[in-house]
Structure formats: C-alpha cells, structure tokens
C-alpha cells in the first residue's frame, strides 16, 4: 500500500537585496515613498486591507493623518 502526500514549503520574507558602492560598502536601496495627497486621491478616508484586517487612514481638520484599526 502506498501513500502520497502534498508537500508545502513555506520561505520567510527575504531581506532587502544590497547594492554595492564603489568604495565597498553595502547599502539597502531606498525606502518607497507616496505622497499622502496621491494615496488619499482627494477623499478623507481610506481602507487598508493588510492580512484579513481593515485600517483606516483619515485626514483630519487640522491636516493631520490618524491610523486605526
């Protein structure tokens, strides 16, 4: 009798790739950056869906950018 299976490799996230300087010395490329008036695209509120969880990004009165959950 015979069995068979499934298998499932899982892998971790990798680190970010370096670069090379021409002195030598590694260094991470830069981080991404989005201006908050490009993701908001005009509204006042906008909903993140990160792992099964909404967020809430909302522009307050006063210019200021709230997170929650």
Do not use: A, C, D, P
């Given at each position: 009798m015979s069995t068979s299976g499934t298998l499932l490799?899982?892998?971790?996230?990798q680190p970010p790739p370096t670069l090379s300087h021409p002195d030598g010395v590694a260094m991470t490329p830069p981080v991404r950056r989005i201006s908050s008036q490009r993701l908001l695209a005009g509204e006042r509120?906008?909903?993140?869906?990160?792992?099964?969880?909404e967020y809430h990004l909302r522009l307050t009165?006063?210019?200021?950018?709230?997170l929650t959950k």
């Open positions: 490799t899982l892998s971790r996230l509120e906008l909903v993140i869906q990160h792992l099964g969880s009165r006063n210019g200021k950018l709230i």
